[in-house]
């Protein structure tokens, strides 16, 4: 992948001109999904797909004045620090909620990524035009926002907006590090103590587990992207708050075998890994917007497994 500040002019203006098509794309598949069910805000999101169209065609103009006719094909996945987008054909029944929601979040980046270049430009006529896009990517998600919805004021939706920052640039780093810590360290810990039945054998390797764990997790989220395109924050302070999680995920069913009786703190750590899913199924219901039923199905069963693999290797 390359990095955005390694890009040329030409190639930052093929990729514009990408991310319009596909987020044109994204448009009209939302169009189409709720045309039957809810034909107005169908219609708003014909209307943004027109507008995205419209960026195409006026980047692409700009484009074959500039550099000629051959346009290099850059995507989104190409370069880092862009947010994935979610494949449309996996959201059916397609939902309202969901459509809004990515829309913005489709919005934000796109106004995010014409500012970061329009600062970078020297040329007058392209820092014109995507100063130009990133105002109308701004008016899209005020627009997104507003579907389905009463309007909001300008103070309700800048809360909004620091709700959305604190999910990106914390809650989201923080979730992956309790997430991994929690569960990836339980093979190792309950495999050592099943081999050893030694509660400080397995004190030992489940804090070698849980800092190795948090180490690896910071490190790998701080260099996922810089935050400027995604508006995820600092690179090492969202690593700190991940690697953080991470450690904490260990710990909390490393502790009980400071306990010398190792039975006891078998039961005792059992105990903590249940309290542990249950408490990432929750913010996972209560910040990611995930089915609760489905959250504890997926954290409980992912737990379970690597548990299971512990117990099986510890006892061979």
Partial sequence: ?????????????SLAISLEEEDARIYDAFAAGLRQSQPSEAAQFDYMRE???????????????????????IRRQDVKGFL???????????????????????????????????????????????G?????????????????????????????AKKRLFLLQVVQPGLAGLMDGSVSTLAPIFAAVFATHDSHDTFLVGM??????????????????DGSL????????????CGVMTTAGGLGHTLP?????VHVATGVAICVVAVELGVI??????????????????VVLGGFLVFLAGILIGSS
Avoid: C
């Fill in 281 to 298: 199924a929750w913010i996972r219901k209560r910040f990611m917007d995930t089915p609760l039923l489905s959250a504890i199905f997926q």
């Fill in 132 to 160: 130009d896009l990133a105002e109308e990517e701004r008016k899209h998600i005020l627009l997104a926002a507003s579907m389905g919805e009463k309007p909001e004021t300008e103070a309700a939706s800048d809360e909004k």
């Fill in 208 to 225: 070698a587990a849980s800092i190795g764990a948090g180490i690896s997790m910071g490190f790998a989220e701080a260099m996922s992207d």
């Fill in 1 to 13: 992948m390359r990095t955005f500040e390694s890009l040329t002019e030409s190639e930052v203006l």
């Fill in 84 to 130: 994935q987008r979610k494949p449309i054909w996996l959201s059916h029944p397609l939902g309202l909620k969901s459509a809004r929601e990515m829309s913005e979040t489709m919005e934000l980046e796109s106004k995010r990524f014409y500012e970061a270049v329009a600062r970078r430009t020297t040329d007058t006529r392209v820092r014109q035009l995507l």
């Fill in 257 to 261: 075998f400071l306990i010398p009786a």
């Fill in 51 to 73: 507008q995205e169209n419209g960026h195409r065609h006026r980047l692409t103009e700009l484009f074959r004045t500039r550099f000629g006719d051959h346009l290099p094909l």
């Fill in 230 to 241: 995604t508006g995820r924050g600092r690179p090492w302070t969202r690593g700190a708050v």
